[in-house]
């Protein structure tokens, strides 16, 4: 007893040392990371040999490797602004949130098999935690920001508890101007700089979020159009921008305004890799077929057109010359070799070089299926179908005048537009239909805009993230198009930001709609967050959808899950564990503050697997471990003798059970247990598997 009583003492002992992996081990990593962090790990894995053996950089080589192809200079052209060096930090810093299921939500028939996402949750952190499973994985970004008009709300906001010395040292900068940052996250700031620090860590980890063809849309007015231009080109590079969108919001200005009124807004259009990207679609058409009105006083409408190839204004069988060129003022494009059309199909030579949107095996593939089309200027347009929803007058339309919908609505068909890309107006009024209110939230995006701007990717089945998801404009957008014929799934991210708070600091017109947003929420026995709306408002959506669309198989659910810090006290006593102080037992400080659901989701989205992982819980002798791939998961306390027994039969027994790592949660086990299984599994090397078992224990 008394040997078995050291040994129990001794294993406490190395218990303690070896605490260090999940949050704690997160915690101490972050004190070591400097604003060029991801940078320096690329540069080791790439040019390892142009480092000294104390870790430090040597310049000189590196020149080296690069003096017969680039020209390296101290001088470049790039945006400058407070804080920079301090968004590039926060980039590299790690999360300490964890993810919190909503079960309830989660379990519910039209949710458990959803692969749709919504993250309640500041969006750094959001993003943070999605790059560990989604890295490379989202083809289609868009988001609309805080504009920084100075009516908006926005003010910088980002909490991270550096000291004065703390961050002069990280980003080596003088205790004065570390300073006057500090106090731009610490007062809230609604400056250039501080728009711009909000802004850059975000889209320097959207763009690591992206696949190499992916795309980003931001919405942004002239506040900050110019900035946001600067900012991406920093992020994606000057060659990556792709367009800069004009969308008509309203249209016209108010009568009142003692000044130009701005109509329109912008959306910023950068892609992960331009060589890569196959461009955006511009033109559309509807199922009809029906051939174009030749007397369109436009001379290129392309709004209804048939399948196959013709020419829209010359005749139906001719042959365009190498060396002549297709649409001088869109393209530019010079054939090199001849063009022929007959009978209104490509009979010759697909081989055409030029500065084509699409590849050559896409134009092939397209002429084939009838895709291409012609116009006046001889421009190659490739024909794809408009989406079914047409905007608020086709929705209103269809509803009818069906009391039995449960939706709010009365309207003027004449004065509705059915076509076009929806205007701030239509967005507000889609708020009325669903929510049976206007005005919960300021300036919303129209479905009609989202469902356009999704279409034009081309894609039929791609993963769309908005991490400023706000009433959830694009959720409604993505299972629009999948009830149609779409496979797309989202990934929202939005901030459940305390409006109780809010309505407290908030005066005018916006106390007003943040008490109605609040009288709404109470309604409908909501807490007072402003994610809750957006949760609502996919719901609601999802719901009118199925009805339009009664055989519709789309995936209309979605999972739920909310990012928590854990409470300062729990990290204080992770930081400073002694097993003595607790009378020689082991407490459960994570696992008690949000239970094994949430610890699992957590190591899950970190280990690769995603938030929607299809892991399996496995009753070994009464005790619950969870399997997936090649992860066993082993979390609650208690474990016994028959439950390691049963671990180990498993792994001997059954041939598709072959988990390579077993990750343990460390309050949970006392040493000997923990040896106990170590030794166990150890075998399994000299068995017919031969497979070497790694321990990972986390806390």
């Given at each position: 007893t008394?040997?078995?009583?050291?040994?129990?003492?001794?294993?406490?002992?190395?218990?303690?040392?070896?605490i260090q992996i999940m949050i704690k081990d997160i915690i101490n990593s972050n004190e070591a990371v400097l604003p060029n962090t991801k940078q320096i790990e690329v540069l080791k894995e790439n040019f390892p040999a142009c480092f000294k053996e104390d870790g430090s950089f040597d310049i000189e080589r590196f020149k080296e490797y690069l003096n017969d192809s680039l020209m390296v200079t101290n001088e470049g052209y790039e945006l400058k602004f407070l804080g920079k060096n301090y968004a590039r930090l926060l980039t590299s810093v790690d999360t300490t949130t964890v993810v919190v299921p909503d079960e309830e939500h989660n379990n519910k028939p039209e949710n458990k098999d959803s692969q749709n996402i919504?993250?309640?949750?500041?969006?750094?952190?959001?993003?943070?935690?999605?790059?560990?499973?989604?890295?490379?994985?989202?083809?289609?970004?868009?988001?609309?920001?805080?504009?920084?008009?100075?009516?908006?709300?926005?003010?910088?906001?980002?909490?991270?508890?550096?000291?004065?010395?703390?961050?002069?040292?990280k980003l080596s900068i003088d205790e004065e101007d570390a300073k006057r940052i500090l106090d731009l996250t610490k007062r809230g700031s609604a400056s250039h700089s501080a728009w711009l620090m909000f802004m850059y860590p975000r889209l320097l980890l959207a763009k690591d979020l992206l696949t190499n063809d992916g795309v980003i849309f931001i919405s942004i007015d002239d506040n900050e159009c110019h900035n946001l231009k600067l900012l991406c080109d920093d992020v994606f590079l000057e060659e990556n921008f792709v367009a800069e969108l004009t969308w008509e919001k309203k249209k016209k200005g108010s009568y009142l305004a003692n000044d130009i009124t701005n109509i329109k807004e912008s959306i910023v259009v950068y892609s992960r890799n331009k060589l890569s990207f196959n461009g955006l679609i511009g033109e559309i058409n509807t199922n009809e077929e029906t051939y174009p009105c030749i007397n369109a006083s436009n001379g290129r409408d392309v709004r209804h057109i048939p399948a196959g190839i013709m020419s829209k204004y010359r005749e139906k069988n001719f042959t365009m010359k190498a060396g002549e060129i297709i649409s001088d003022t869109t393209m530019n494009l010079v054939l090199k070799s001849d063009l022929v059309i007959k009978d209104g199909i490509l009979v010759q030579n697909l081989d055409i070089e030029g500065n084509w949107r699409y590849g050559q095996d896409a134009m092939a593939e397209y002429a084939k299926k009838g895709e291409l089309y012609i116009t006046q200027d001889l421009y190659?347009?490739?024909?794809?179908?408009?989406?079914?929803?047409?905007?608020?007058?086709?929705?209103?339309?269809?509803?009818?005048?069906?009391?039995?919908?449960?939706?709010?609505?009365?309207?003027?068909?004449?004065?509705?537009?059915?076509?076009?890309?929806?205007?701030?107006?239509?967005?507000?009024e889609e708020q009325r239909i669903l929510f049976g209110e206007q005005g919960l939230m300021t300036y919303p995006k129209p479905v009609l805009l989202m469902m356009k701007l999704l279409t034009s990717v081309r894609d039929e089945r791609m993963t769309i993230c908005d991490f400023f998801s706000g009433s959830g404009t694009t959720a409604e957008a993505v299972m629009r198009l999948n009830a149609n014929r779409n496979k797309h799934r989202f990934i929202m991210i939005q901030l459940p930001e305390d409006l109780d708070k809010s309505y407290v600091s908030a005066s005018g017109d916006e106390k007003k709609r943040i008490k109605k947003l609040v009288n709404y929420l109470d309604s409908n026995n909501r807490v007072h967050k402003l994610d809750q709306l957006g949760i609502e408002r996919i719901i609601r959506a999802a719901k009118m959808i199925k009805e339009e669309n009664p055989d519709t198989t789309a995936d209309l659910g979605f999972k739920h899950y909310t990012l928590e810090e854990p409470n300062r006290t729990t990290l204080d006593k992770l930081e400073k564990f002694v097993p003595e102080d607790q009378g020689m037992v082991l407490t459960n400080d994570i696992l008690t503050d949000f239970g094994t659901q949430t610890v699992l989701t957590t190591w899950l989205v970190r280990d690769g697997y995603g938030f929607n992982a299809d892991v399996k819980a496995i009753?070994?002798?009464?005790y619950i471990g969870y399997y997936i791939d090649k992860h066993l998961y082993l979390i609650d306390a208690n474990i016994t003798d028959a439950a390691i027994a049963a671990i180990v039969d498993k792994y001997e027994m059954d041939g598709n059970f072959n988990a390579e790592n077993v990750v343990i949660f460390g309050y949970s086990f006392i040493w000997t247990k923990t040896e106990e299984l170590k030794m166990n599994l150890a075998r399994l090397k000299d068995t017919e598997k031969n497979l070497r078992i790694n321990f990972d224990i986390r806390y």
């Open positions: 008394i040997i078995r009583g050291r040994k129990y003492l001794i294993g406490l002992f190395y218990q303690k040392i070896i919504y993250i309640s949750g500041d969006n750094l952190d959001g993003l943070k935690q999605l790059l560990k499973s989604y890295q490379g994985k989202v083809k289609c970004i868009y988001i609309d920001p805080p504009y920084n008009t100075g009516s908006d709300g926005f003010v910088y906001n980002d909490n991270f508890n550096f000291t004065i010395e703390e961050l002069a040292t190659l347009r490739r024909i794809v179908n408009e989406p079914r929803y047409k905007g608020l007058k086709d929705l209103l339309l269809r509803l009818g005048e069906n009391e039995e919908s449960g939706y709010s609505y009365s309207f003027d068909a004449n004065n509705l537009q059915a076509s076009g890309w929806g205007s701030n107006e239509d967005a507000d009753d070994f002798e009464g």
